[in-house]
Each structure stands twice: as structure tokens, then as C-alpha cells.
């Protein structure tokens, strides 16, 4: 009996110190956040007013935060894809042999671990329209040489580019470690049963059971890619003419340029609401189906 | 197998690519970088110019600096804190537990940006904004840490603790000193997850930080190029390669463990 009593104690007293940093540093903000986006603070402001759903409402008014969230999806929909295939095959290219191996994965990764801030620098130096080694090539090929991060053709694409170089490296760990969770015997199974070649291996045993970390994968890389901040602050700052204007960016400024609190709180909502919505359809899938494990 | 080294090799030099500029840029003079030739290998050595003009025109080690103070002071606290709980949450019975699972739960659905407009009205308001402080605090609670060592506590043996127990030990040194060093692959995972995402971080310091004093090296990075470097590409490259040093130095002392922290703090993230 005393052991218990002293078992509660101490469990209550381990979880305190977090309690109280969980209420002060993400609860009760997060919870400031909701209340925030249904007012029309600004700082500095002596009061701020109640407004409802007026933020909401300029929102869907504002052709400027349209544009932002229709670059948010291309921005996605471009670096999701690209980035979930590119990362597994360079983990199928890099498990399929011992050569190299530990090599490549290294060189793959680096992206991942290299300062965001600092590579958007190079890339701007890479993608510079006249001195930049890009352009150089292709003059040397004789083909056009585009604007790449100043054309508000090309800016989504230069951006998503970056992403994807980004991302690819921390896709492909993640499908490794799917891989080697995957039992030996399964493969020489599927040999026994008449499965051929590479390509049979991969569609009969490896894709099937890869299922979860696939799913697993894509919510993640929609997530991370949603976040996309570092690299339009740093190259575009939305431009050129809102052409690389996106979620977080816009967050960001309506908060901390023009201190519209208010406003950028309703937009920090549409973002979480995002984020809960790609989680919520993850844990429905999984719970349904691509369960083999 | 010899076509897999072959695509291999292509697509990582492809990878590679940007760092090869960089490093190449960042030793060449102004003028043969605006010649835009395709040679990556200088004519002209400019290192000790383009080096020398970041070294003295901003305090690079000074933006290092804070960054291992900003990323130690992080961690320190967010082991603090997620250490003991998540400990109580994987092996003690108290009242609450369901609740304080359900709330570390809830936090991990909460990206950092939707807690950062208050918490930056709390900062002004307590006068903290441009300090370590303000880089620190906001992450000292990590729900994922929690969750983490609450997940690979919950597989270490009872009969350990009993043992532990049965030697008069009370459940704080059983914390620090019987299951953190049992859970070192797991903190290990964690830190680089921690020191890589921090490190890294634009956007919050972005928000608290006025000048130089405690700008971290994504901060330092944006100032030589807004106030120093303009056209000078070659100064700018040797501020971008002399930041992103010391974390990819780290990487490839100890890749292993970097890959397998990311692979296992991203699986369960």
C-alpha cells in the first residue's frame, strides 16, 4: 500500500515540470491562437474587438491569399510526388547492392542535415539567370535560358526543385528502414511461387508490403512540404508579383510586418486545420487497409 | 551491378552539385565568377579574401556560438522535462496518467507555428524578445520527446526497476541513473532530431531576434547577404560554406547514427 501511495507521488511529481511547460509554452498559446483569429488585434493596439468570422471572411475576399494558398497546393502537389517516388527508388537503387552503400546513402542525406538558409543561398547562386552555372549550360547547349527564381513562370518550379533536392534524402532513409523490416523469406517465397526478375520481387512482395510505410511517407512529405517557409524568406519573399507566395509566408508577414495578429492567426487555423485533416485521413487509411505487418 | 554504381554515381553528383558550386564560388575571385565559365576548378585563387571579408565583416563564430547555445539549451530542458515524464507515463501508476498521455497526444498533432503568434505577444510583453531566452523557451516541451521515451521506456524490463528498487534506490535516480542510460539509443535519436531541426530553424528566430548579438547561423546567413554581400557572390558563398560547416561536419563523423536518428524520430514523428 505504501508503495503504491509512493508510486503516485512520484509519477505525479516526473509529469509536473512537463505539465507546466506543456500549459504555458503549446496549450494555452495554441488555444490564444483560436481565440486570436476570431478577433481583430493588432499589437500595439490598447483593445482588441470580437469580430466573429470576419478574418475568415476578408480570407476568402483577399485575392492575395488565394493566390497564396492555390501556390501552397501546386508547391505540394509538385514536391509530394516527385520527392515520395524519387526517395524510393534511391533507396531500392542503394539497398539492391553492398558496393557503396553506406556511400551514397550519405550523399543522399546531406541535404537533409545542411543549413536551409545557407544552400538557398547556393541554389540562388546555381540559378542565377546570367552568371549562374545553370543558365551557362544550357547557353552552352544553345538552349533558352529562363529567369528561373525571378519569373513568376518558372518561381514554383525553381522552388519546388530546392524541395525536392531537400527532402529526397530524408524520403529515402525512411523507405530504407521500411525495407529492411521486411522478411527475408517473403522474397524467396514469391521465387518459389514463379515470381520473376527484379520487377516481379518489387510488385508481389516489396510495394505490398511497403504499404504503411508508403502511406506513411506521403502524409509526412505533405506535411513537410506545407511547412515551406526558409526558402521563399530567403530567395523570394513571395515574389515575383505573389507568384511564390505561400501559407506560411503570408502567415508570417500578415503577423510580424503588418502585426494583423488577428488576421494571421485565422490563417495559422486554415494551416492547422490542413495539417489535422492530412492526419486524420492517414490514421482512417491505416486503420483500413495497407495493413500487413 | 555495375549500371547501379553507374546511376548512382550520376544522381549523386546531381545531389551534390550545389556544394560543389558553392565551395568553388567561395574561392574564386568576383570577376571570373561574373565570367560565368562552366570550369568549376578556379584560375584564381580568392579565398583569403572572400573568407577573410566574412570573417571580419559579421561575427561568424559569434552566430556559431549561439547556435550551440540556443540547440544545448533546447535539449538540456527538453530532456529535462520529457526524461521524468515520459519515464512516469511508461512505468508508474498515478492518478491522471490517462490525461497526461491524451496531452502529450494532442501535442503532437500541434506543428510549432500555431503556438508562435502569442507566445511572441508574451515575449514582447515580458520584455524578452532578442534574447536566449526567447529562442530557447518555446521548445524546452516537446510532446514528441515525451512520447518517444515513453514508447521505448514501456520495452525496458520491469524486473530492472525492481532490482533498482530493491537496492533503496528512489524513482528520480532510477530516471537518471538506471533507465536514461538503458534508453541511449533512443536520446541519442532524439538529440540529432532536435539539433538538426533547431539548427536549421529560420522561422522563429526569424520572429524574436533583432540584430547580431544572438542571431543564430541561419540568421548570420540572411544578414551578410541583405547588408554585406549583395552582388559579391563569392563573399556570400564563403559565409553559406563556413555556416554550414560544423552540423555537416558532425553528420559525417557520425552518419550512422545521424541516419538511423532521423529514420527512427521520423518514423514515429
Redesign the interface.
Known amino acids: 500500500m505504501r508503495r503504491?501511495a509512493?508510486?503516485?507521488?512520484?509519477?505525479?511529481l516526473?509529469?509536473l515540470?512537463?505539465?507546466i511547460?506543456?500549459l504555458l509554452?503549446?496549450?494555452?498559446?495554441?488555444l490564444?491562437?483560436v481565440l486570436?483569429a476570431f478577433t481583430d488585434y493588432e499589437?500595439g493596439a490598447p483593445a482588441l474587438g470580437w469580430i466573429g468570422l470576419d478574418n475568415f471572411r476578408e480570407m476568402l475576399a483577399d485575392r492575395g491569399f488565394g493566390v497564396s494558398v492555390r501556390n501552397t497546393v501546386v508547391y505540394v502537389g509538385l514536391v509530394t510526388p516527385v520527392s515520395i517516388l524519387g526517395g524510393l527508388g534511391?533507396a531500392l537503387?542503394?539497398e539492391?547492392?553492398v558496393?557503396?552503400r553506406?556511400f551514397?546513402?550519405?550523399?543522399?542525406?546531406?541535404?537533409?542535415?545542411?543549413?536551409?538558409?545557407?544552400?538557398a543561398?547556393?541554389?540562388q547562386?546555381?540559378l542565377?539567370p546570367?552568371?549562374?552555372?545553370v543558365?551557362?549550360?544550357l547557353r552552352?547547349m544553345g538552349v533558352g535560358t529562363p529567369f528561373w527564381l525571378s519569373s513568376s513562370d518558372t518561381v514554383l518550379l525553381s522552388l519546388a526543385a530546392i524541395g525536392v533536392?531537400e527532402s529526397?534524402?530524408?524520403n529515402m532513409?525512411?523507405f530504407?528502414?521500411g525495407l529492411t523490416a521486411i522478411p527475408r523469406e517473403l522474397y524467396a517465397a514469391a521465387e518459389v511461387d514463379g515470381a520473376r526478375g527484379g520487377f516481379d520481387r518489387f510488385r508481389l512482395v516489396t510495394w505490398p508490403l511497403l504499404g504503411p510505410?508508403t502511406l506513411?511517407v506521403l502524409t509526412?512529405s505533405m506535411?513537410r512540404s506545407l511547412?515551406v517557409?526558409?526558402t521563399v524568406?530567403?530567395l523570394t519573399q513571395g515574389g515575383p508579383n505573389k507568384a511564390s507566395e505561400v501559407l506560411?509566408f503570408t502567415?508570417?508577414q500578415q503577423?510580424?510586418t503588418y502585426l494583423r495578429?488577428g488576421y494571421?492567426?485565422a490563417i495559422?487555423l486554415v494551416?492547422?486545420a490542413v495539417?489535422?485533416a492530412l492526419?486524420w485521413v492517414q490514421t482512417r487509411v491505416l486503420d483500413k487497409r495497407v495493413h500487413y505487418a | 551491378m555495375r549500371a547501379r554504381i553507374a546511376v548512382l554515381a550520376l544522381l549523386g553528383a546531381l545531389v551534390l552539385m550545389p556544394y560543389l558550386w558553392m565551395v568553388a564560388a567561395s574561392v574564386k575571385p568576383v570577376s571570373e565568377i561574373f565570367r560565368a565559365s562552366l570550369s568549376i576548378w578556379p584560375e584564381q585563387f580568392a579565398a583569403a579574401e572572400n573568407y577573410g571579408k566574412v570573417l571580419t565583416r559579421v561575427p561568424v563564430l559569434h552566430y556559431i556560438w549561439n547556435g550551440i547555445v540556443v540547440c544545448g539549451g533546447i535539449l538540456l530542458f527538453q530532456l529535462l522535462f520529457a526524461v521524468p515524464a515520459g519515464y512516469a507515463l511508461a512505468k508508474l501508476r498515478f492518478p491522471g496518467r490517462g490525461i497526461a498521455f491524451g496531452a502529450v497526444m494532442l501535442g503532437l498533432l500541434v506543428p510549432p507555428h500555431v503556438p508562435a503568434l502569442p507566445l511572441y505577444v508574451a515575449a514582447s510583453g515580458l520584455g524578452l524578445l532578442d534574447s536566449y531566452t526567447a529562442l530557447i523557451a518555446p521548445f524546452t516541451i516537446s510532446a514528441f520527446a515525451i512520447f518517444l521515451f515513453r514508447q521505448f521506456f514501456s520495452a525496458l524490463p520491469d524486473d530492472l526497476l525492481h532490482a533498482a528498487r530493491l537496492d533503496g534506490m528512489g524513482e528520480w535516480s532510477i530516471v537518471w541513473r538506471v533507465v536514461l542510460p538503458n534508453a541511449w539509443p533512443a536520446a541519442t535519436a532524439f538529440a540529432i532530431f532536435s539539433v538538426v531541426s533547431h539548427w536549421n530553424d529560420l522561422f522563429w528566430p526569424l520572429i524574436v531576434v533583432q540584430g547580431h548579438e544572438h542571431a543564430t547561423p541561419a540568421l548570420g546567413v540572411l544578414y551578410f547577404r541583405s547588408e554585406e554581400a549583395g552582388d559579391d557572390f563569392g563573399a556570400m558563398m564563403a559565409a553559406a560554406v563556413l555556416m554550414t560547416l560544423p552540423l555537416v561536419l558532425a553528420f559525417l563523423l557520425a552518419q550512422r547514427r545521424f541516419v538511423e536518428g532521423i529514420a527512427t524520430t521520423g518514423l514515429k514523428g
Do not use: C, Q
Open positions: 503504491l509512493g508510486e503516485a507521488v512520484a509519477g505525479a516526473m509529469t515540470p512537463a505539465g511547460a506543456y509554452l503549446l496549450l494555452l498559446p495554441t490564444a491562437t486570436l499589437l534511391l537503387l542503394v539492391a547492392g558496393k557503396g553506406a551514397f546513402r550519405a550523399v543522399f542525406f546531406l541535404p537533409v542535415v545542411s543549413l536551409t538558409v545557407a544552400m543561398a547556393a541554389w547562386y546555381l542565377h546570367t552568371i549562374g552555372p543558365n551557362a549550360a552552352a533536392w529526397i534524402g530524408f532513409v525512411l530504407m528502414a510505410t506513411f509526412i506535411i511547412r517557409f526558409d524568406a530567403v506560411l502567415m508570417y503577423g510580424f495578429l494571421s492567426a495559422t494551416f492547422l495539417v489535422l492526419m
